[in-house]
């Protein structure tokens, strides 16, 4: 080719460029104007994004983690339903992706694929698929799974590719854990126009989040990730002293929630760490809980007429609070979620082995209430969430087999977190326990509360646990090294 036809070259695509951003403008202002519409101002920004898609994917994955703090929820959607919004239609496009990858590439890293985390994922999805054909509702349970497999893919399959660099993992952290910070400034900004009084501590963590148990849950997972930055190897100062900055405002944050179980999973993590750094072994830990699940299980009736001699109910004061955790004769929240669980319960002994179907419990428990379980926060029609337990959620929903499933994932996630924090190297062990601690927090919440079925915490519960299995797989060969770290990387 000449040297004058370069230049015509050239000199076309310059004037399909001005010709095109004229026809932009145009319809821009035409629309404006006359229709009053204002949506076509963000093409730009959407054709960026969808060739991120298409050529660097982890970059769309950590943008959803950083704008998944943000993110808002439209409800009253069809059946009931909702959709947060950026987040979960990016999540469903990156799993679109992932999918067709697969189809039209078949590959995917053996070690990911075959590792015991994964197969625990494959079998709770193929539960939850033969639980959805029969399901009392299947077309909710089966808009279930799709939503489940929107926050799994991205987050555990995705981005444990993402984290064969450990670069990213630290991106992950800071991009989730700083976007969250800004929420609880907004939130207190807010609250303190309330006089941080504790009833509005329920709110005003809206439109982000949609109530103080989720917000807390988020800010509990966080803080020891926090912790972890203070004291990371090789950090700057500067790095360490905004890590401290954002502990800090984490900390007031969870205080303000007035979050009694976000308290009580913080304690939780750090009563694990000190296991950790007594060298405790794993198998212990196992014996140690089920023996006390065991007790409390023999015991319950003399532990539930002790308990019911706490009349403390939730308050402003923090003692007070804590104390009101332990309150079922008159704290309403408390005696709601064990209206809940008794209709969990009873949903089980009604179909115990293939459950009622995923996503279904909000729709089919009111009938399984009992008058004097009831409380002044209960509903005839049922109408108000979920089970409030993790695992009472699946046995309701999904039989024995969808809790045991839970449990069993729970167990291998931390059995493999300790390990790599026993067998890694410095930073791999600050990794590990970060991620492991911050799945404890959630665990441990999840016996009063669920939000796997939310962007908010699905996000950073996948993502943890990707976390680990990337540390397991890539890692814990890695050369002991200092990589140095800012808030730049």
């Known amino acids: ?42 093409l730009p920004l959407g054709l960026i994004v969808v060739y991120y898609y298409f050529v660097s994917l982890d970059k769309i994955v950590l943008f959803i983690t950083f704008v998944t703090p943000f993110a808002v929820n439209i409800r009253n959607l069809e059946m009931g339903l909702g959709i947060s919004l950026p987040t979960e239609p990016m999540m469903f496009g990156v799993l679109l992706m992932f999918v067709a990858n697969l189809i039209f590439e078949n590959k995917y890293d053996r070690r990911l694929s075959q590792h015991p ?54 991106r992950f952290f800071w991009l989730y854990m700083t976007a969250l910070a800004a ?18 501590g329920h709110w005003v963590m809206s439109p982000f989040y949609n109530d103080h148990t989720a917000y807390g849950a988020a800010l509990a997972m966080f803080i020891p990730v926090a912790v972890g930055f203070i004291f990371y190897p090789g950090n700057r100062k500067i790095t360490r002293l905004f890590a401290f900055l954002v502990f800090i405002i984490l900390t007031v944050g969870i205080i303000f929630s007035y979050g009694r179980a976000a308290w009580l999973s913080v304690a939780a993590a750090f009563g694990v760490y000190v296991l950790v750094k007594l060298r405790i072994k794993f198998s212990w830990f196992v014996f140690v809980t089920a023996s006390v699940i065991g007790l409390f299980i023999v015991f319950q009736q003399q532990i539930f007429d002790k308990l019911e001699k706490n009349k403390q109910d ?36 009604e179909r115990p082995v293939l459950g009622w179907g995923p996503g279904t419990y909000q729709f089919v428990y009111a009938p399984f209430q009992r008058t004097k379980e009831k409380t002044v926060i209960s509903t005839n029609l049922g109408d108000r969430g979920n089970a409030h337990s993790e695992y009472l959620g699946p046995l309701a929903e999904m039989g024995m087999p969808g809790m045991l499933l839970v449990l069993l994932l729970m167990i291998v996630v931390i059995y493999t977190g300790l390990k790599v924090y026993k067998r890694g190297n410095r930073e791999v062990k600050f990794l590990s326990l970060m991620a492991t601690l911050g799945l404890v927090t959630y665990y441990t919440h999840g016996v009063l509360n669920n939000f796997l079925d939310s962007d908010k915490l699905s996000v950073p519960f996948w993502g943890f646990t990707a976390i680990i299995v990337a540390l397991d797989v890539y890692h814990l060969d890695d050369e002991e090294e200092v990589e140095e770290t800012s808030l730049e990387n």
Do not use: C
């Not at 193929?126 to 799974?145: A, G, N």
């Not at 408390?334 to 809940?340: A, D, S, V």
């Open 117 to 170: 985390v994964s197969y625990l994922i494959y079998l709770g999805l193929l539960w939850m698929l033969l639980t959805s054909f029969s399901s009392e509702l299947p077309l909710v349970s089966f808009k279930y799974m799709v939503s489940r497999l929107w926050f799994v893919v991205p987050f555990y399959f995705v981005a444990a590719l993402i984290f064969q660099r450990k670069e990213n993992i630290r």
């Open 314 to 349: 939730s308050s402003e004061n923090f003692m007070e609070h804590v104390r009101s955790i332990s309150n079922i004769s008159s704290d309403a929240s408390n005696l709601e979620r064990i209206n809940r669980w008794q209709a969990a319960i009873r949903l089980y002994e």
């Open 1 to 42: 080719m000449n040297q004058s036809s370069v230049k015509l070259t050239e000199r076309v695509k310059i004037a399909w460029v001005y010709g095109l951003t004229a026809l932009f403008f145009v319809a821009n202002f035409y629309l404006v104007l006359q229709k009053d519409i204002y949506w076509l101002f963000l």
């Open 183 to 200: 929420i609880v400034i907004y939130t207190l900004s807010v609250h303190s126009q309330y006089g941080f009084n504790e009833e509005a």
